[in-house]
């Protein structure tokens, strides 16, 4: 089955900096990549995806990139707030059929000091 | 904006008793999941449903898991004899037809 790779567990930036998590997957029949953002005590909240026909995709300060040939994907946070701090999570999924299945790594706790 | 709910938001239980987890999923969603997360770890798979029928489970799904779409609105996880390892967050989510899932504010269920 996928599985997907996480790094860093943690990660602390100041204020304004950029931040970037990185992620692997095993599975090259996956093409869809979602990036959750969870805040203590909250389900996940979907923050950005990405499909294996795009290389890059952007939203105002988060962007997220995807090497298929390499099997990584990265997150990309400019401009960091404190409010960014939570834990972010990737994710893989084979997108089609009957079955959208998530499979998640790890996590990485981000932390946005003042 | 739709949104998936849950409820309860806490359940406590003694071992050995059945629980049943409710969700609505987003309402024009045919795609329904359930996931958990152990405290501090990842969010982990547990079962799709899809057209009155789970189309996927993972090793967690045991047969002390089963789930239902009882309505046309509610999504159900019942847990028949609870464990104490069963104790965790678990996540009610639903999908359109491309994939994108979105997540419910989850339910804390701890086995005593």
């Known amino acids: 089955g996928e599985n997907v790779e996480q790094h860093p567990s943690t990660l602390s930036v100041q204020e304004g900096d950029s931040a970037v998590i990185k992620c692997t997957y095993s599975d090259s029949a996956s093409n869809y990549f979602p990036w959750y953002k969870q805040e203590l005590g909250k389900g996940p909240q979907l923050i950005i995806d990405i499909r294996s026909n795009v290389g890059e995709k952007k939203d105002q300060r988060i962007a997220v990139t995807l090497n298929k040939t390499a099997k990584h994907f990265s997150l990309h946070i400019t401009e960091t707030q404190p409010e960014d701090s939570a834990v972010y999570f990737c994710?893989?999924?084979?997108?089609?059929?009957?079955?959208?299945?998530?499979?998640f790594g790890k996590g990485t706790l981000l932390t946005v000091n003042p | 904006e739709p949104e998936v709910t849950q409820t309860p938001s806490h359940q406590v239980t003694q071992m050995g008793q059945e629980v049943i987890l409710r969700c609505v999923p987003i309402?024009?969603?045919?795609?329904f999941y359930w996931y958990r997360q152990i405290l501090g770890q990842k969010v982990e798979f547990l079962v799709s449903f899809y057209n009155n029928e789970i189309s996927e489970k993972s090793e967690i799904f045991d047969d002390q898991f089963s789930v239902e779409r009882p309505d046309g609105s509610n999504f159900t996880l019942k847990i028949r004899s609870t464990k104490l390892e069963d104790s965790a967050m678990y996540f009610c989510?639903?999908?359109?037809?491309?994939?994108?899932?979105?997540f419910g504010p989850g339910t804390r269920l701890t086995v005593l």
């Open positions: 994710a893989a999924s084979i997108s089609g059929g009957s079955n959208y299945k998530l499979t």
């Open positions: 989510a639903s999908s359109d037809n491309v994939g994108t899932q979105y």
């Open positions: 309402s024009n969603h045919l795609y």
